[in-house]
């Protein structure tokens, strides 16, 4: 494929990336070392420390939260395992631990880790031949509180006011409210559209448990995968349905994966944690997930946020997406792909590549683990 070709469908971060992976293939064929972010062979050496690459069609659905993330790293995977294909159907996380456990995909992609409560650690354990399964932190996705609205330079939330207007309880943009957070500002005396996911999702349910641990006192619905509350604005699928509606109706508000935010250029809300507000940067979303407690045992690795945060500078909406995988239990071949493909993804140069579309690098020491989990997987 001809640079110029490959520079239209990746962009100029991807293409640098694959460029990237290329010239490490050229020049250090056989380095295995965790080379500095971007490193021209870091990508390259995080397959060639896999004894193979696998073979075949890597089947794998799940979160679309992390969509763009698995998909960029789709294109410079083939460049270093061009005998693998990896298609990754973004159906949502709940379809996707839906198709993992029936035996349909080699990995599934969720918001949230499998739920022992609702029978998912075992039925996943069924499908893994009897092995666990672990859950494998990969992508930091911020969730913005996007908002379409063109009298206001900067909009300031927190989480009692986010929780009154999604409950119905704050209806109007300049609701008293709204405005004491937002002195200077022209908020305009219109409906508040507030618009959520129709689909079962893991984004849902980091976004309610946000509001149940910030703003208890208003938010008395427990965190769910589906919207809770009845009555109060629309819904959409998927996260590319609720950005693309925001983008197209003025007045409108959503919760959405801040890479859905970029690509439709809505207006992303700072959120005030307690200790002022907080800008969703890469930073300010990486000092929550670097805080987060490890409650997984051995090389599962599930992560509990601390949402209700207060410590300056931390964007407190953040969700981890992980990969659900098998310990054991595929055959040679597929175990083989999924380690590669995962390892390529957690890879420093392809974590980096991640932050202009949206995404938070892993921290060093989860993206440490994470690596020595992949090893693991037999």
């Not at 007045?251 to 200790?275: C, F, H, P």
């Not at 990486?286 to 599930?302: H, I, K, N, Q, Y």
């Amino acid at each position: 494929m001809a640079v110029r070709q490959l520079a239209r469908i990746v962009g100029p971060v991807g293409l640098a990336l694959v460029l990237g992976v290329l010239g490490g293939c050229a020049s250090q064929p056989g380095s295995g070392g965790d080379e500095p972010v971007g490193a021209s062979a870091s990508a390259t050496a995080s397959v060639d420390a896999v004894e193979e690459c696998g073979a075949g069609t890597l089947e794998a659905a799940g979160s679309s939260a992390q969509r763009n993330a698995v998909e960029q790293a789709i294109i410079t995977f083939s460049t270093v395992c061009p005998d693998v294909v990896v298609n990754y159907d973004a159906s949502g996380s709940g379809a996707g631990i839906t198709r993992f456990t029936a035996g349909e995909v080699a990995f599934a992609g969720t918001d949230s880790a499998l739920n022992p409560a609702k029978g998912e650690v075992d039925a996943a354990a069924a499908r893994c031949a009897g092995s666990p399964a672990w859950n494998l932190p990969m992508v930091t996705g911020p969730v913005a509180i996007a908002y379409h609205l063109d009298t206001v330079s900067q909009l300031v939330l927190d989480a009692p006011t986010l929780a009154r207007v999604f409950r119905g309880e704050i209806t109007s943009w300049d609701d008293p409210a709204i405005a004491a957070l937002n002195p200077g500002e022209l908020l305009p005396a219109e409906e508040i559209q507030v618009l959520f996911r129709s689909d079962e999702s893991g984004t849902t349910e980091n976004v309610t448990r946000y509001l149940a641990a910030a703003a208890g006192d208003v938010w008395t619905d427990a965190p769910a995968k589906t919207w809770p509350v009845e009555g109060v604005g629309e819904g959409r699928e998927k996260s590319a349905g609720v950005a693309e509606a925001v983008a197209t109706t003025p007045g409108s508000l959503t919760y959405v994966e801040w890479s859905y935010a970029k690509e439709n250029r809505l207006g992303v809300a700072k959120i005030d944690n307690g200790s002022g507000p907080v800008e969703l940067t890469t930073e300010s979303a990486a000092a929550t997930v670097a805080t987060a407690e490890r409650t997984g045992e051995g090389d599962d690795l599930t992560l509990k946020l601390d949402h209700a945060t207060r410590e300056p500078g931390a964007y407190p909406i953040v969700l981890v997406t992980y990969e659900v995988v098998c310990s054991t239990g595929l055959d040679a071949p597929t175990t083989a792909a999924v380690r590669a493909f995962l390892r390529h993804l957690a890879s420093p140069a392809v974590q980096q590549s991640l932050v202009d579309i949206g995404y938070a690098p892993l921290p060093s020491s989860v993206r440490a683990d994470v690596l020595d989990a992949i090893g693991s997987l037999g």
